[in-house]
Each structure stands twice: as structure tokens, then as C-alpha cells.
């Protein structure tokens, strides 16, 4: 259903299109926004002056109830745990400092056997599906119940937004992976209007220096009081609102997500919109929250997981040291990911936050700074979302460009990739970046890893000559 509403949507005039966003937007707020939220929201506003004493006895107790129904209830749980000779009684008793004790969840996991994740193994009619971007090129399906969803939006509310002061009930622009703008070639409008939630929702993939001046169009007409979304989509508007001197609206604030904001990317994103940047660091998987504060650090919610920051051994490391992130998730309880391995490196603070607020605060993330990649036209973006979600035969992937009319894309195939599977891969890029660019599919046996065992999912090595002319098109 959801395939051939796109294929629809495709085919009809931008204020059809409008209207079918609106009406999506209407179901989506009223999934996102009712049932349990309002109520979480006062629970997460009641919590956020917890002591430090009443965080430890509350994640003991949450990390507690999320064990034992993983052993009774969850198929790798119940056979893992038994298998290394862990009993129900152990759990029981297990605090989170004791955390250390459990092994780590490998993304291959969850990545393959998502389902052996869920309560009774299998997922239900009420939950619904959403994949991870792929940052490391293999996107991760999670699965959301109604409530679940609720709460997610409620901690944003209550913590990120209100820490910026704004709200999800003000007029806001949004930049996410999206295609909102089918056609590559468009000559605008670069967005879709929500009209049930006011919601301005730009194109990621049709930013250049020759549209900026329609994004800014956009958020004057409809009023936008803050943006939130892929921060070096923001910051690539930023940049040539600063570049063109264009007049660009003053906003309350933007929330940026998907990618760490240097400082460079601050000082540019607050200049041009006259507004203050606050920066979030979290995961589709849900499985933490960390949000900054309006003293401008970042602080690990502990009412949404557990964040460790652990050696090679996966064992805690003291603050002040760099280690690998392992999360294990409080919002999402019907497909708990325990001691989870992100991906990431970060370096957790041990200074008290001035804001006088009980919460960790991590000092600095990691591993997650991702290339630009540059259209001919001089058209900007950063994450493929999307270029390999539902690929049933491509294990990873990554983008790499060397040159500004070709893009190469780096497959580790499954069985059964074929030339069906490459004419996917090519429609999706160039319906990102136009047809202009041309796109060579490889197979590779394997995509060559950093320390940390990632790899970055896209790749721009462009020749420094033409970077400098790709950035200043108009």
C-alpha cells in the first residue's frame, strides 16, 4: 500500500501532493501526538530535577523490569542468557552498575534477526516499521508500538524543545530523508506544507546555492518559528544564506539531528538565522537521549536508556576517556536492545552541568561526520537515506565520489543481486541528485572499516579545485 501510494504521489500535481502529505500528517500526529503523550510529557517534566541518588534507584528499577521480560519473553534473550547460565533470580537482582556483566548486542543481530528481538518473537498488526538511515551503510528495521511512539515524541517535547524553548505545536520546518520533490529536475517549490501539524517539509536532496532563496522563501510564508532536522542540511542552507547575504528569517531555535555539529557549523547555522543551535544525539533504534541544555551541554536522559561508554572489553571507562557507545533502551520495551553496540565513540563529561540539572552530560561524540557529496548544478547533501533501505540483497553499502558528474556506489551483495537490483540503486541516486550524474553499481566483498569498525557511507574526494567551484555556483 505504501509503495503505491508513492507511485501515486509521484504522478500528481504539487497540490494533490499537498493534500496527501496534510492527510498523512493528519493520521501521523494523531499516532505521534495522542494516546500516552501528554501524559508522558508530565512524567518526563516531573522527572527532570531528579537527584542523582533518585536517577540510580530509577534506572535500577527500569533496567530490572526490561531483563526479566526479555528472559521471559524474548526469543535471543531467553536462549542466550540461558546458555551462558544466567538465571531469572540473577537479573533480578542486577544493578546497572552490574550492566558490565551482560555481553554486548552486535548490530548483525538486530540487523538480520530483528524479529528475535520482539516480545514472543514476532511482530503484531499494531506495530509499525520504520529503518534505520544507515550511516554505516545497513540499515536496521525497528519495530514501534503506538505508545512507544508517544513516548519518543514526549521526551523530545519535554527535554529538547523545551530546553530551546519551542514546541511541537509552533510552525517548524523539518529536514529529513524524505523524497517530499519526486522530480530531480524540479524548478520548485522544494517542499511539501503539513497542514496538520504546520509543518514545512524541505527536500534535502534539491539545496543548492541557486534554491536557497526559495527555501527562505518557504519558511517566510508559512510563518516557521524553528527548524529541526539533518544538521548539514541546515548548515548548507546557513552557508549560503551567509554566502549570497541573503536576508534569512529569525528563528526561536534549531534542534539538529543525524549529525554532529562542529563548531564551524554552529557559528554559521546561528549567524544566519539569529537564533541559537541546540544539538541532539540519539538513534532510530531509540535506545538513549542525549539533548543540550540551554547552558550548551549535552545531557544523557537516564529516563531513556542507559549509555555506556566502554573499552575493547566493554567495560566502563572512567569520564574524560574516549570508548565505544553501548545503549540499552527504556522507550521501546517490546524490542529491547540490551547493551547494544551503536557504532559510535564518545567521551562522557565529569563536570556538573551549570544548568544544576542531575543528568550526565557527554562531553563530545564521535564518528559521526559524514561527507558532502556535490550535483553538477551545486546542489548539496550528505545522507543517501534511503538509497539502500529494502535492499533484500545488498548486505552494505557506501557512496564515494571522485569526480562531480560520477558517483560510485560500493555494494557487498547477497545472494540473488543481480542487474534489477543495480537499476534500483542507480533510479534512487540520481532521483536524489538528477540525472546529470552518472552511477556505477561495484560489488565488492567487503567495504574496508576504521579503528572503530566503521566506515564512513559516504565518501566525497573530489579535487580541491573543484570544490571551490562547485561551492560558489549561484
Known amino acids: 500500500m505504501a509503495r503505491l501510494a508513492d507511485q501515486v504521489y509521484r504522478r500528481v500535481p504539487v497540490p494533490i501532493q499537498t493534500l496527501m502529505v496534510s492527510a498523512y500528517g493528519f493520521w501521523w500526529k494523531r499516532l505521534r501526538f495522542g494516546g500516552a503523550f501528554a501524559e508522558e510529557c508530565v512524567a518526563f517534566r516531573s522527572r527532570e530535577r531528579f537527584t542523582t541518588e533518585q536517577w540510580m534507584t530509577y534506572q535500577d528499577e527500569h533496567l530490572r523490569a526490561l531483563l526479566i521480560s526479555a528472559f521471559d519473553h524474548v526469543p535471543y534473550y531467553s536462549a542466550l542468557w540461558t546458555r551462558l547460565g544466567v538465571s531469572r533470580a540473577d537479573l533480578d537482582r542486577l544493578s546497572t552498575a552490574e550492566l558490565k556483566a551482560l555481553p554486548p548486542l552486535e548490530k548483525s543481530i538486530a540487523r538480520d534477526a530483528p524479529?528475535?528481538?520482539?516480545n514472543d518473537g514476532h511482530a503484531t498488526r499494531s506495530h509499525l516499521v520504520f529503518h534505520t538511515s544507515g550511516s554505516t551503510g545497513t540499515p536496521v528495521r525497528t519495530f514501534w508500538l503506538p505508545h512507544e511512539i508517544q513516548r519518543s515524541l514526549a521526551i523530545r517535547e519535554s527535554r529538547s524543545c523545551g530546553f530551546a524553548g519551542v514546541s511541537f505545536s509552533m510552525p517548524r520546518a523539518t529536514f529529513s530523508g524524505r523524497i517530499v520533490e519526486p522530480d530531480p529536475e524540479s524548478h520548485g517549490p522544494y517542499y511539501r506544507f503539513n497542514l496538520a501539524e504546520r509543518q514545512v517539509y524541505f527536500s534535502a536532496f534539491h539545496l543548492r546555492p541557486a534554491t536557497a532563496a526559495a527555501y527562505l522563501h518557504a519558511l517566510r510564508r508559512h510563518h516557521v518559528e524553528w527548524i529541526t532536522g539533518y544538521s548539514n542540511s541546515i548548515f548548507q542552507l546557513a552557508l549560503m544564506v551567509l554566502d549570497q547575504n541573503l536576508k534569512a528569517p529569525s528563528l526561536k531555535a534549531v534542534i539538529t539531528t543525524s549529525e554532529k555539529v562542529i563548531p564551524e557549523m554552529r557559528e554559521v547555522i546561528e549567524k544566519a538565522f539569529s537564533t541559537r543551535v541546540f544539538e541532539e544525539y540519539a538513534t532510530v533504534e531509540d535506545l538513549f537521549y542525549v539533548c543540550e541544555c540551554e547552558a550548551g551541554r549535552k545531557h544523557v536522559n537516564p529516563d531513556a536508556?542507559?549509555?555506556?561508554?566502554?573499552?575493547?572489553?566493554?567495560r566502563p571507562v572512567p569520564p574524560g576517556t574516549l570508548g565505544e557507545v553501548l545503549a540499552t533502551g527504556f522507550i521501546r520495551p517490546?524490542?529491547?536492545?540490551?547493551?547494544?553496540?551503536?557504532g559510535d565513540l564518545a567521551v562522557l563529561d565529569d563536570q556538573p552541568c551549570p544548568c544544576g540539572r542531575a543528568m550526565p552530560v557527554l562531553k563530545e561524540v564521535l564518528g559521526r561526520v559524514e561527507d558532502t557529496v556535490y550535483g553538477p548544478d551545486g546542489r548539496r547533501m550528505l545522507r543517501f537515506h534511503g538509497i539502500f533501505v529494502g535492499q533484500a540483497h545488498v548486505q552494505e553499502g557506501q557512496i564515494v565520489q571522485k569526480r562531480l558528474d560520477h558517483l560510485v556506489v560500493r555494494v557487498v551483495p547477497k545472494v540473488g543481486f543481480g542487474p534489477a537490483d543495480k537499476a534500483d540503486i542507480i533510479q534512487r541516486v540520481q532521483q536524489r541528485l538528477t540525472q546529470k550524474v552518472n552511477v556505477t553499481v561495484e560489488a565488492v566483498e567487503q567495504i574496508s572499516r576504521t579503528k572503530a569498525g566503521k566506515f564512513p557511507a559516504v565518501i566525497c574526494d573530489l579535487p580541491h579545485d573543484v570544490l571551490e567551484r562547485v561551492r560558489g555556483v549561484h
Not at 524479529?115 to 520482539?118: A, D, N, Q, V, Y
Not at 536508556?305 to 566493554?314: N, S
Not at 517490546?334 to 551503536?342: A, T
Open 115 to 118: 524479529e528475535s528481538l520482539l
Open 305 to 314: 536508556g542507559i549509555l555506556e561508554v566502554v573499552d575493547a572489553d566493554f
Open 334 to 342: 517490546g524490542q529491547p536492545m540490551i547493551r547494544y553496540r551503536v
